[in-house]
């Protein structure tokens, strides 16, 4: 059901998913594409947004906080994930896997890989304050618009 804290947190994790890109794309290996990267962030902020963040707090349960939080690891790991498959079709299309198996288990691989580029102390802190920023203002108007 649509409701004032779904629309505030979509809202709000949208823009951290696009900010929080645009800070990790410097960090990027030289000539890796990055053409829908800040796009496709905001959009699964969207999706965390009013599936987990808006639902939760618009409902009382947990710390606002703690959601929001949850919402910016949430928001991170989707991403990454994304990626990660994206990258995994790219090089199957390029024969490097010799089976499906191979192909699904590197997804994993080239996650963590990422995940290490990622983590810069820019990166983590933007993630850290917006997402503790996202809950309070989330729970704030959730308390107030139902």
């Known amino acids: 059901m649509p409701t004032a804290g779904r629309l505030v947190a979509a809202i709000l994790l949208a823009a951290l998913g696009w900010f929080t890109a645009d800070l990790v794309k410097p960090y990027l290996p030289e000539g890796q594409p990055v053409g829908l990267f800040s796009p496709i962030a905001a959009a699964v902020g969207l999706g965390v947004g009013w ?66 580029i990622a983590a810069q102390v820019d990166v983590v802190g933007a993630l850290v304050v917006g997402g503790l920023v996202v809950g309070a203002i989330t729970r704030w108007v959730a308390a107030r618009y139902p």
């Open 51 to 116: 599936l987990f963040t808006g639902k939760k707090l618009h409902g009382g349960e947990g710390s606002a906080l703690g959601i929001g939080l949850s919402s910016a690891v949430l928001l991170a790991f989707w991403v990454a994930f994304i990626f990660s498959g994206y990258e995994m079709l790219r090089r199957a299309l390029r024969k490097s896997y010799d089976g499906p198996t191979e192909a699904a288990s590197d997804v994993f691989a080239i996650l963590v890989e990422q995940g290490r």
